[in-house]
């Protein structure tokens, strides 16, 4: 039996620093109702400068509205380089948001970049992964993964480091990939979150901001194919277990038709 499709919810706001707003009060209180009871939350957080602007936000007006010391943090993908390099999607986290909130090394599960060959990186974070949300039955798949996965849109269509065309978007049984040939730059190898890793997560949150996405948002969300695996580009085959949440700017969501805005 296949699983009917929801359509994804959209919230949109007047500008950036109004969408970063939405998407932090929206974590806020996914946070506080976090079911795993005396387990952390788990947060999943993507790169690029868009998020910036929200870790930001989060480190300095939610410094003390979010139970930090309850949030463990991985990463939805990371390219081929070392954390203090500035192309690391560590290395950004790091500085908007772990070293102002002081999070501790031991509550952070980062993609190993650096490490090669760059296959050896990938089953490094899948066997993090793998003894983080380990079964509660033993010799059984976990239910859930990550409470949260943050994500972004490329120009082309993309989401975490899964590209129109790569094979790793038809991966079904790994949690995590690495791919070698990324559709744009920097042209540097990644390692990134499967769409299955992503679809038994509870909660996927789309961050879309400034004119430059209005034309790939409004082809993504107009896609008839939409939430299954015929969508024509990668992020329009994202899924989640509660369901996908857009969070776009007027700008970003300025060529939807009016009824979706």
Known sequence: MVEPVS????????????TYHGLAERLRGLLEI???GPRRAAVALSGGSTPEGLFQLLASAYHRSIDWPAVEFG??????????????????????????????AERIHRIEGEVRPLAK???????????WFRPEVPGTEAPRLFDAVLLGVGPDGHTASLFPG??????GDRWVVDERDPGQEPRVPRVSLTLTAIG??????????????????AQILG??????????????RVRSLEGVEWFLDAAAASSLPPAMR
């Open 7 to 18: 359509a994804p919810r959209l919230h949109v706001y007047p500008d950036a620093t109004a």
């Open 34 to 36: 976090s079911p795993r």
């Open 75 to 104: 990463f939805v993908d990371e390219r081929a380089v070392g954390p203090d390099d500035p192309r690391s999607n560590f290395g950004l986290a790091d500085r908007a948001l772990f070293q102002p909130l002081g999070i501790s």
């Open 121 to 131: 990186a990938r089953d490094l974070y899948e066997a993090s992964l793998r003894a």
């Open 166 to 171: 790569s094979t790793t978007l038809e991966e």
């Open 200 to 217: 038994r997560s509870s909660h996927a949150f789309f961050l879309v901001t400034g004119p430059e996405k209005r034309a790939i948002v």
């Open 223 to 236: 896609d008839p194919s939409y939430g299954t695996g015929h969508a024509a580009l990668p992020a329009a």
